[in-house]
T-cell receptor
Framework: DAGVIQSPRHEVTEMGQEVTLRCKPISGHNSLFWYRQTMMRGLELLIYFNNNVPIDDSGMPEDRFSAKMPNASFSTLKIQPSEPRDSAVYFC?????????????FGEGSWLTVV | GENVEQHPSTLSVQEGDSAVIKCTYSDSASNYFPWYKQELGKRPQLIIDIRSNVGEKKDQRIAVTLNKTAKHFSLHITETQPEDSAVYFCAATLSGNQFYFGTGTSLTVIP
């Protein structure tokens, strides 16, 4: 299995531009998570989906952030308009939602810099 | 929601010594506690986990203990090696729906 696949791996964009991050979860996994990691705040859960349905988006910082999961194999996290304080590593993760012991597997992350 | 606290934030040990990282959680219903290791520029990767019906689990040089009454769990690394240097995160979850992470511990193993 290729694991969780994220793109782009690195992006540098100007303030005000739209940013779209993409994620392909591990095949067969039915829960998907978006995390943001910064030095100051550590790993923050932004939103998670079960069976393509958003369950909790309380971690989404502002209306500038939106996430979709149109099918079981694809999700996007969009920032519009982007701001310098959005600079962070954005991780997508997935798991099989059965039982209580199945942990989550992270993608390689998307390193976002907004200048 | 759940609140996970992790200590210390940084830890330096001599090669061969043991390292201990501690986490506390607030929600007594949490029932699964994984530990992740994140090397510089890499993704967090699971190294060991424990469920609430178990008090201790070992995997070679790594062990995790759980005290449900006190709501704390710890990671123990014995005979540390330079390649153990990384950031370690604890997490707590109720049935795997939301994983709440600690703030991380930066471990440095000095050769």
């Amino acid at each position: 299995d290729a694991g969780v696949i994220q793109s782009p791996r690195h992006e540098v964009t100007e303030m005000g531009q739209e940013v779209t991050l993409r994620c392909k979860p591990i095949s067969g996994h039915n829960s998907l998570f978006w995390y943001r990691q910064t030095m100051m705040r550590g790993l923050e859960l932004l939103i998670y989906f079960n069976n393509n349905v958003p369950i909790d988006d309380s971690g989404m910082p502002e209306d500038r952030f939106s996430a979709k999961m149109p099918n079981a194999s694809f999700s996007t996290l969009k920032i519009q308009p982007s701001e310098p304080r959005d600079s962070a590593v954005y991780f997508c993760a997935s798991r099989i939602r059965q039982g209580s012991g199945n942990t989550i597997y992270f993608g390689e992350g998307s390193w976002l810099t907004v200048v | 929601g759940e609140n996970v606290e992790q200590h210390p934030s940084t830890l330096s040990v001599q090669e061969g010594d043991s390292a201990v990282i501690k986490c506390t959680y607030s929600d007594s219903a949490s029932n699964y506690f994984p530990w992740y290791k994140q090397e510089l520029g890499k993704r967090p990767q699971l190294i060991i986990d424990i469920r609430s019906n178990v008090g201790e689990k070992k995997d070679q040089r790594i062990a995790v203990t759980l005290n449900k009454t006190a709501k704390h769990f710890s990671l123990h690394i014995t005979e540390t090696q330079p390649e153990d240097s990384a950031v370690y995160f604890c997490a707590a979850t109720l049935s795997g729906n939301q994983f709440y992470f600690g703030t991380g511990t930066s471990l440095t193993v000095i050769p």
